[in-house]
């Protein structure tokens, strides 16, 4: 499976952050619907007031990955059940490799806290489904959906691109997207010592461009 990221960051004050992206109500209705609701324990209904739980941090330091498809990718994809087990597959490989990232740059900006993107897939079951508590607390991270921001809003309004959907065929990319929440904004060099750094992009070898 061929494809190629980019990386683009922005950092936001969570007072404007929130203020302008968030609405819970309308996005929990969302969650609501989702096979995770009540399953993960990253995702709603939370056990914790997401207020509170926001509170310490002054910035949301935005990652947007991009993951462009090669030809080869979108072409081998040439039924449903391809489309959704490589789709899958891809973003997942981006996904756990992000995360790593970020909770490695969390020792880099004391009190921070990384999120990540969609659901934890760490422990399949979670063990909420059996009423247990989280299995790897020190290494589930809960992503900007589960507190109710509006992605699509976030992606374009922040980043400049819009998302995209497979329907007939897998997408020509994917777009994810991670962040930091800290007390001041995540400096450059740092996010260029984690590989992540704004505009930089790499193949699916992990090689620089």
Partial sequence: MGFQLEYRTRPIEMERFRRTYQDRERFLACCRECPRYEARWSCPP?????????????????????????????????????????????VSQVKFELEERL????????????????????????????????????????????????????????????????????????????GILSAAPVPGEVWEAAGLGDGKTTDAGGKGA
């Fill in 46 to 90: 939370l056990s914790f007031d997401v207020d509170d739980f926001l509170a310490p941090y002054a910035w949301a330091n935005l990652l947007c990955a991009r993951i462009f498809l090669d030809d080869g990718t979108i072409r081998a994809a040439d039924t449903p059940e391809k489309m959704k087990t490589m789709g899958w597959n891809i």
């Fill in 103 to 178: 909770r490695e740059m969390e020792e880099r900006v004391p009190g921070s806290l990384s999120l990540s993107s969609g659901g934890c897939h760490r422990c399949d079951p979670c063990a909420r489904e059996a009423g247990q508590p989280c299995r790897q607390p020190d290494q589930m991270r809960y992503s900007l959906d589960a507190f109710g921001f509006d992605l699509t809003a976030i992606t374009q309004d922040l980043f400049g691109i819009e998302i995209l959907w497979c329907r007939e065929r897998l997408p020509d990319y994917f777009t994810l997207i991670h």
